[in-house]
Nanobody, 121 residues
């Protein structure tokens, strides 16, 4: 079984910064792509940023230049550094990891439980 635990959300004023963390644990042999998604009330869940096992990244246009995704494979953890936050960044942020399960070596996509980020104007 594989679990993702997110942390770092909270309330921040516009222009401020937050750093989200997402740690994977369980029967993990390895992790391929990792990413952060967000879902605002009444809207669909959208990709914010993703990072491959090789370190390639891609970002939603709305966060380019403000957010940075990174990963620490020794800790099975992905981070999202969010700077210059705007009220429209308010959402529940979810991490996702495409894991390789130990023993079976099967690929398994896992989601975290979500962490709320609220940006006040």
């Amino acid at each position: 079984q594989v679990q993702l635990v997110e942390s770092g959300g909270g309330l921040v004023q516009a222009g401020g910064s937050l750093r989200l963390s997402c740690a994977a644990s369980g029967t993990i042999f390895g992790i391929n792509d990792m990413g952060w998604y967000r879902q605002a009330p009444g809207k669909q869940r959208d990709l914010v940023a993703a990072i491959s096992s090789g370190g390639s990244t891609n970002y939603a246009d709305s966060v380019k230049g403000r957010f940075t995704i990174s990963r620490d494979d020794a800790k099975n953890t992905v981070y999202l550094q969010m700077n210059s936050l705007k009220p429209e960044d308010t959402a529940v942020y979810y991490c996702k990891a495409v894991t390789i399960v130990r023993v079976t070596y099967k690929s398994l996509a896992v989601w975290g439980q979500g962490t709320l980020v609220t940006v006040s104007s």
